[in-house]
C-alpha cells in the first residue's frame, strides 16, 4: 500500500511538472519569435504591448543575445510613433512616408554622442569630402512606383535635394540618409545651404554635450488665410512624379539629462523653406509643438502632457508663423 | 522487476502527454487572447498573419462563439487597407483618418442585401423622414482635439455635411455614419443633392442585385497644371480647425458573384465636387483606379495585379480628369 502511494504520488509530481514545463516551452518559444518580429515590424512593435499582455502565466523571456543584435527600433521609437502613415525603418532612423505628397510625414533618429565622434561639428562642407563624395541619391525601391520619388523630379527643377535625417548625423548607414524618401525639395541658397545647416549642426553639438537626443524632421504644408476669412493649403509639386514642395520643415529635439533623474528637454523648431536672411538667429525660429502637431497633422509623446515628460517648457506663442506667414 | 519497467512507462507516458497538453493550454490560451485582440484593434489584425504564424506546434483553434460575436473587420477588410494612416473602426465600416486635412483618407464598407433590405433603394429624402430625422451630426471624441473637426467648422460654410459611408447603407447603425470623421464639406446643390446621391442609391442597387458589394470612398484633392509647367496642390480649408474641402471624392466598388467560382468585378468612380449638369451619366464618371491610387496617395487590394482578382476590366484612360480639371 505504501508504494502504491508513492508511485502515485510521483505519477502526479510528474504530470504537473511537465505540463508546466509543455506551457512554459509554448510560452518561451512563442515570446522569443514574437520579440524577433516586433524588432524588425513597425507595426507590430506598435500593438507589441497589447500583443505579450496575451502572455500573463510566465514571465517574457530577456535574450541577451537577442538584445545585443537588436535593430534599433524600440530605441529610436521610445517617445512615440506621431503618426501611423507608411512606416519604413531603416538602420539608424525611422521614416513614415507620405504617398500622396511624395515626400516622408516625419523621420525620427537617436543621435547619440559616442556614435557621433568628435567629427561630427564640422561643416558639411568639410564632411562631404571625406565621406559623401562616394554616396549617390536613389530612389527607395521599398516604396510602391506609384508613391515613388525619381531623381528626374529633382533635376532642373531648382530645389535642393534637402536631407530630413541629416547626413551628418549618420557615419556608419549614412547611405541611407540618401534614399529619396529621407529628401525633400529645398530652396538651396538662404535654406538648405544655410539656416538649415545650421540647425543641423546645433543638433550635433547639442548631442556632443548632452549625450543623447531624439530628432523628428518634417514638413508642414501650411495653409494661408484668404480674403473672404476661410483658410487655403497651396504648394507647388515638381517632377512627374508630382513630388510636393513644402512650405516650412520643422525639428522637434528631445534633449535627454545626463542626472540619473533629470527630466528631458525639449525644443522645437519651424523654419520657412525659402531665403532666410543672413542674421536671423535660430531662437527666431522656436515654436510651440502645438502649432506643428496642428498643421503636420502629427501628434508627438503618445499625446502625454508635456509638463509631464519635460523639464523646460516652450514658448506659449511662436515668432515664426508671424515673421513668415 | 517488471513492475518496475511498468512503473517507468506509465511514469514516462505522463510526462509526455502532460508535457503536451501544457504546451497545448498555453498555445490554445495564447491564440484565442489573440483573436479577440486581433477583432478590435485594426492595427493588431494588419499584422495578424505574422502574429499567428509564430504559433506553428498546434491548430489555430476556431472558436465558433468567438466567429459569432465577431466583430466585422475582417469582414469588411477582405481587400486589404488602402492606406495605414491613424485607422477607426466602427460598427459598420472602418475608416482612415487624415489629421492634417481633419477629412478621413478612406472609408470602407461591406454591404449585403439582406442588411440593406427592400427600403433601401428609396432616395434619401424618403429615407431622411423615417430614420434619419432622430439622428444628428456629432464630432467623434475618439480624434484627439487637435485634430478633431466640430459642427462650428461647417456651419455658415456654404457647404454641405457630405456622407462617406452613405447614411441610406447601415440600417443598423446609421448613427455611426454621422460622425465628423465620416463627414467631408461638399457642394449641396448639384452634387452633395445630386450625382454624389445618384452614385449611392445606384451603390445599393448593385448590392440589392448581386448581394454583396464592397465600397470604398474617400476624398481627392488634385493638382493643378501651372503655367510653368509644374503642379500645384490648391483647396479650401473651413472653420476654425481648418477642415479640407476636397476637389472631388471617389467610390471603388467590388461587387462579388454569385457564381461560385465567379471572380468579382470593379468599378471606379471619381466625381468633382463641384455643381454637376443634371443631364451627365454616371458612366462618364468611371476612372481608372491607378489615377486615384496616384491622387489620394492610397493602393487598393494589397497591390496585386488586378487582372489576377477581378473578371472585369477598367477604362485605360478616364473622361472625368479631362472634363473637371
Not at 561630427?120 to 559623401?132: C, E, K, N, P, Q
Request: charged share 20%; net charge positive.
Amino acid at each position: 500500500m505504501n508504494s502504491r502511494w508513492q508511485a502515485l504520488i510521483v505519477v502526479l509530481g510528474t504530470a504537473v511538472t511537465c505540463f508546466l514545463a509543455g506551457a512554459y516551452f509554448q510560452h518561451d518559444h512563442a515570446t522569443r519569435q514574437l520579440q524577433k518580429l516586433v524588432q524588425h515590424d513597425p507595426y507590430a512593435y506598435y500593438v507589441s504591448s497589447k500583443i505579450f499582455k496575451v502572455f500573463q502565466f510566465f514571465k517574457i523571456p530577456q535574450d541577451k543575445a537577442l538584445s545585443a543584435q537588436r535593430v534599433r527600433l524600440e530605441d529610436i521609437m521610445k517617445y512615440g510613433y506621431p503618426g501611423l502613415d507608411d512606416i519604413h525603418l531603416y538602420s539608424d532612423f525611422v521614416l513614415s512616408y507620405d504617398r500622396r505628397n511624395r515626400v516622408a510625414h516625419w523621420v525620427c533618429e537617436h543621435l547619440r554622442a559616442d556614435a557621433l565622434g568628435s567629427a561630427a561639428i564640422t561643416d558639411r562642407g568639410r564632411g562631404r569630402v571625406r565621406s559623401r563624395s562616394r554616396i549617390s541619391y536613389r530612389p527607395d525601391l521599398s516604396v510602391p512606383s506609384n508613391f515613388r520619388a525619381a531623381l528626374a523630379d529633382y533635376r532642373n527643377s531648382g530645389f535642393d535635394r534637402g536631407h530630413l535625417a541629416a547626413a551628418g548625423n549618420h557615419r556608419t548607414h549614412c547611405d541611407e540618409t540618401f534614399y529619396l524618401t529621407n529628401i525633400a525639395p529645398q530652396i538651396g541658397r538662404g535654406f538648405n545651404r544655410a539656416a538649415w545647416n545650421k540647425l543641423e549642426i546645433y543638433v550635433r553639438n547639442l548631442t556632443l554635450r548632452y549625450g543623447s537626443v531624439y530628432v523628428f524632421t518634417g514638413p508642414i504644408y501650411k495653409p494661408k488665410a484668404r480674403s473672404n476669412g476661410n483658410w487655403s493649403i497651396e504648394y507647388e509639386m515638381i517632377g512627374s512624379n508630382m513630388v510636393a514642395v513644402p512650405t516650412h520643415f520643422f525639428k522637434v529635439l528631445i534633449v535627454e539629462s545626463k542626472l540619473p533623474q533629470g527630466k528631458p528637454y525639449m525644443e522645437a523648431y519651424v523654419l520657412p523653406n525659402a531665403r532666410i536672411p543672413d542674421n536671423i538667429n535660430l531662437r527666431d525660429y522656436l515654436c510651440d509643438i502645438r502649432e506643428i502637431e496642428h498643421y503636420a497633422g502629427l501628434q508627438f509623446f503618445n499625446g502625454l502632457r508635456r509638463s509631464r515628460i519635460f523639464g523646460s517648457n516652450f514658448p506659449r506663442s511662436s515668432q515664426v508663423f508671424q515673421n513668415f506667414g
